[in-house]
C-alpha cells in the first residue's frame, strides 16, 4: 500500500508543478491503472487468485449415506441391500489380513453366488430359538476420512469392528480392521467399484467362515459357527 500512495503523490507533485501535459481524462485514466495493478498485486500476496475452494460436503453426505445403509445389510444379511452398494459392472472385493492377502480378487458374480449361497442359513440362524439361535451380527464403523474427491468419484477409509452373539454366546469382538471403499458416481447413485478390506489379526477366523478353498465367504464379516 505504502508504494501504492508514494507513486500517487509524486504523480500529483509533477502536474501541480505544471511538467505534465496529460489533460484531466489522462491523469484520471492513470490513477485507474494504478489502483488496479496495485489491487492484482495485493490480491495475489494475499493468495486471492486460487479461485472458491469446491464445496463437497454434499458428495461427502451422499457417499457416508450409501455406506451406513450398505453397514445395515450386512447386519441382516439382506443380500439384495448389501448387492445394492455395489457397480455390478466393475466391483471387485481384495479381503486382507494384517496386510497380507487371504485370496484372490472376487468379481461381482462371485460375491452374488457366495452371498445368496450362505443367504439360507445366515437368515435362519438370526431367528430366534427353537427355529433360530438368536444371532446377532453389529458392525461399528468409525470416522469415514475422505480423499479424492469430485463430483463423480471420491474415495472413503474407515476402521470397523464386528460385534457377535448368538444363544449361548456372549457379545464378543470378533473382525476389527479397515475398509477403503473407492466410489463413483453412475445415474445419480453413488456405489461401491471396489472394496478392500484389511483385517487384523483375531485368531477367530478358524471358527466358522472359511470355505473348501480356504477363502472367506462373501465379504467375510464374522466369525462365529452356532451350528
Known amino acids: 500500500m505504502a508504494l501504492g500512495a508514494s507513486?500517487?503523490?509524486k504523480t500529483s507533485q509533477r502536474d501541480d508543478e505544471g511538467g505534465s501535459n496529460m489533460t484531466r481524462i489522462q491523469k484520471r485514466l492513470l490513477v485507474l491503472a494504478l489502483f488496479?495493478?496495485?489491487f492484482i498485486i495485493l490480491s495475489g500476496c494475499s493468495g486471492g487468485g486460487g479461485g472458491k475452494p469446491v464445496d463437497h460436503?454434499?458428495?461427502?453426505e451422499a457417499v457416508q449415506k450409501a455406506a451406513l445403509a450398505f453397514r445395515d445389510a450386512v447386519e441382516d444379511y439382506d443380500v439384495e441391500g448389501m448387492l445394492h452398494?455395489?457397480?455390478?459392472g466393475g466391483f471387485t472385493l481384495v479381503i486382507k489380513e494384517v496386510g497380507q492377502s487371504l485370496q484372490g480378487s472376487k468379481d461381482y458374480a462371485t460375491l452374488e453366488a457366495e452371498l445368496r449361497d450362505d443367504e439360507e442359513k445366515q437368515l435362519r440362524w438370526r431367528q430366534?430359538?427353537?427355529e433360530g439361535y438368536g444371532y446377532v451380527l453389529t458392525m461399528e464403523l468409525g470416522e469415514i476420512v475422505f480423499s479424492n474427491l469430485s463430483s463423480t468419484g471420491a474415495i472413503a477409509t474407515t476402521t470397523f469392528k464386528v460385534f457377535e452373539k448368538a444363544q449361548r454366546i456372549e457379545n464378543t469382538v470378533t473382525d476389527t480392521g479397515q475398509i477403503?471403499?473407492?466410489m463413483v458416481k453412475l445415474e445419480g447413485k453413488w456405489l461401491c467399484r471396489?472394496?478392500?478390506t484389511n483385517f487384523e489379526k483375531t485368531g477367530s477366523k478358524i471358527l466358522g467362515q472359511w470355505n473348501s478353498h480356504g477363502?472367506?465367504?462373501?465379504f467375510g464379516f464374522g466369525s462365529i459357527n452356532v451350528r
Open 7 to 9: 507513486i500517487l503523490m
Open 180 to 182: 477403503v471403499l473407492e
Open 215 to 218: 477363502h472367506l465367504r462373501g
Open 36 to 38: 488496479s495493478a496495485l
Open 128 to 130: 430366534e430359538p427353537p
Open 85 to 88: 452398494f455395489l457397480d455390478r
Open 194 to 196: 471396489k472394496m478392500s
Open 57 to 60: 460436503t454434499e458428495t461427502k
